[in-house]
């Protein structure tokens, strides 16, 4: 399984836009890539996902550059809501049964007002 | 619609015992994930169940069992607990095993702590 690498933590203030990097430079043609992040004292939630383009939604922009060995996560007004660890997760978008999120440490933001 | 639920929310349990946990996944899903997260580290993959059947396992000792049953909810059951076994356990539910386009919905968990 592809692996992905991210900064341990960051740190933005409250109604700012944050920029969380992620690196997969070994991502294969068929991984997707997700994000999910998860509150204190919760389950992850779902984030959004993407293959080539970059992606809206009604969370977060996801901007994937155009080598697929980077991505970004855009959360455009942060509020304290959003502090939480944040997962970037490389999903195969073919073969086999099962469809496994593999987690790494992730992304701890945290929010300043 | 309703969320994935898990109970019990916090259990203890001494070394050696065998525990149960369970979830209820969300309204029209049919798959089930199990995850341990210990501290301080992303959730790790246990198993899958798929149509009551398991369709994927993670790299955990057969001591680590589950169910599905035909209303989707399932059961995890742990035996001869060890201090290791810490952590807290999430359930995540989906439709259909492969849910690439919407993703899981986790539910928040149990918190297992083993003495």
């Known amino acids: 399984d592809a692996k992905t690498t991210q900064p341990n933590s960051m740190e933005s203030n409250e109604e700012e836009p944050v920029h969380l990097p992620c690196n997969h430079s070994?991502?294969?043609?068929?991984?997707?890539i997700h994000w999910y992040r998860q509150l204190p004292s919760q389950g992850p939630e779902y984030v959004i996902h993407g293959l080539t383009s970059n992606v809206n939604n009604r969370m977060a922009s996801l901007a994937i550059a155009e080598d697929r060995k980077s991505s970004t996560l855009i959360l455009h007004r942060a509020t304290l809501r959003d502090a939480a660890v944040y997962y970037c997760i490389l999903r195969d978008g073919q073969g086999g049964a099962t469809n496994k999120l593999i987690f790494g440490t992730g992304t701890l933001l945290a929010v300043q007002p | 619609e309703t969320g994935v639920t898990q109970s019990p929310t916090h259990l203890i349990k001494t070394r050696g015992q065998q525990v149960t946990l369970r979830c209820s996944s969300q309204?029209?899903?049919?798959?089930v994930s199990w995850y341990q997260q210990a501290l301080g580290q992303g959730p790790q993959f246990i198993f899958q169940?798929?149509?009551?059947?398991?369709?994927g396992r993670g790299n955990f000792p057969p001591r680590f069992s589950g169910l599905q049953f035909p209303n989707y909810s399932s059961e995890l059951n742990v035996n001869a607990l060890e201090l290791d076994d810490s952590a807290l356990y999430l359930c995540?539910?989906?439709?259909?095993?492969?849910?690439?386009?919407?993703?899981?919905?986790f539910g928040s968990g149990t918190r297992l702590t083993v003495v």
């Open positions: 995540a539910s989906s439709l259909g095993s492969r849910p690439l386009n919407y993703g899981y919905t």
């Open positions: 169940y798929y149509r009551e059947e398991e369709n």
């Open positions: 309204s029209g899903h049919n798959t």
């Open positions: 070994t991502i294969s043609g068929t991984d997707y």
